[in-house]
C-alpha cells in the first residue's frame, strides 16, 4: 500500500480514538459513567431527568397525526430487519471459518441503552429501541459485507464512492495489475486487531 495512503489511515484511527476519549469526558460532564460496560448515573441526575418525562397520554395527544398514520409503515419494516438479521448472522457463522475471516461481534453494533434514560416516556423509549436496532443492524451488516468483499475483491473502485467502509482503504488500487498479484492474499488477510 502506499505510504501516504497508510499514514492517513493511521491519522484516521489516531483521530477515532481521539474523539472516543472527548466523548468519555463529555459523558462526565452529564455524571454519566461507564462501569463494566453499564451505565451508572448519579442519584441526584435520575431525579431530574424522572421530571423531564413527558406525559405519555399527552404525547400521544400531541402528536402528529401523520406520524400516528406513517407508524405502522415504519414499525413494519421490523420483519425485514430481523430476516436480514438472522441471514447474515447464519451466513457468517457458516461462511468466515471455511475462508478464514473473523467474525463479526453483533453486540458491538446493536447497543440498546438509550431505554435507560429516565426522561424517555414508554413510546420514546420504543422508538429508541427500533432505530437502534435498525441502525445498529445496518452497520453490522456493512460490517460483515466489508469483510467478505475484503476476502473476495479488495480492490478500490475508479471513481470515488461516497462514505466507503472502513476497510476499504486497505484494499489494492484499480487498475495496479501487479499490486493485486503480489499483495492480494496479504490484503485478505489484514483484519487488523480482528482475530480469526
Given at each position: 500500500m502506499n505510504p501516504?495512503?497508510?499514514?492517513?489511515?493511521?491519522?484516521?484511527q489516531a483521530l477515532e480514538e481521539e474523539l472516543e476519549a472527548e466523548?468519555?469526558?463529555?459523558?462526565?460532564?452529564?455524571?454519566?459513567?461507564?462501569?463494566?460496560?453499564?451505565?451508572?448515573?448519579?442519584?441526584?441526575?435520575?431525579?431530574?431527568?424522572?421530571?423531564?418525562?413527558?406525559?405519555?397520554?399527552?404525547?400521544?395527544?400531541?402528536?402528529?397525526?401523520?406520524?400516528?398514520?406513517?407508524?405502522?409503515?415504519?414499525?413494519s419494516l421490523i420483519i425485514p430487519f430481523v430476516l436480514l438479521d438472522l441471514a447474515v448472522t447464519l451466513y457468517q457463522a457458516v461462511c468466515f471459518p471455511i475462508y478464514g475471516i473473523p467474525k463479526v461481534n453483533r453486540r458491538d453494533y446493536l447497543v440498546f441503552d438509550r431505554g435507560r434514560l429516565a426522561y424517555l416516556n414508554l413510546i420514546e423509549?420504543?422508538?429508541?429501541?427500533?432505530?437502534?436496532?435498525?441502525?445498529?443492524?445496518?452497520?453490522?451488516?456493512?460490517?460483515?459485507?466489508?469483510?467478505t468483499e475484503q476476502h473476495w475483491c479488495p480492490i478500490k473502485h475508479?471513481?470515488?464512492?461516497?462514505s466507503p467502509h472502513a476497510r476499504y482503504g486497505r484494499f489494492i488500487d484499480y487498475g495496479d495489475a501487479e499490486a493485486y498479484r503480489n499483495e492480494i492474499e496479504t490484503t485478505r488477510r489484514d483484519f487488523g486487531n480482528d482475530k480469526v
Amino acid at each position: 500500500m502506499n505510504p501516504k495512503i497508510s499514514a492517513l489511515i493511521e491519522n484516521i484511527q489516531a483521530l477515532e480514538e481521539e474523539l472516543e476519549a472527548e466523548l468519555a469526558r463529555h459523558r462526565e460532564e452529564f455524571r454519566i459513567k461507564l462501569r463494566n460496560g453499564k451505565i451508572d448515573y448519579a442519584r441526584e441526575l435520575l431525579r431530574e431527568h424522572r421530571k423531564l418525562k413527558a406525559n405519555l397520554a399527552k404525547y400521544i395527544i400531541k402528536a402528529n397525526p401523520l406520524t400516528l398514520l406513517t407508524a405502522p409503515v415504519i414499525y413494519s419494516l421490523i420483519i425485514p430487519f430481523v430476516l436480514l438479521d438472522l441471514a447474515v448472522t447464519l451466513y457468517q457463522a457458516v461462511c468466515f471459518p471455511i475462508y478464514g475471516i473473523p467474525k463479526v461481534n453483533r453486540r458491538d453494533y446493536l447497543v440498546f441503552d438509550r431505554g435507560r434514560l429516565a426522561y424517555l416516556n414508554l413510546i420514546e423509549k420504543l422508538n429508541c429501541a427500533y432505530c437502534s436496532y435498525g441502525n445498529g443492524l445496518i452497520a453490522y451488516v456493512r460490517e460483515i459485507a466489508a469483510r467478505t468483499e475484503q476476502h473476495w475483491c479488495p480492490i478500490k473502485h475508479t471513481r470515488r464512492i461516497k462514505s466507503p467502509h472502513a476497510r476499504y482503504g486497505r484494499f489494492i488500487d484499480y487498475g495496479d495489475a501487479e499490486a493485486y498479484r503480489n499483495e492480494i492474499e496479504t490484503t485478505r488477510r489484514d483484519f487488523g486487531n480482528d482475530k480469526v
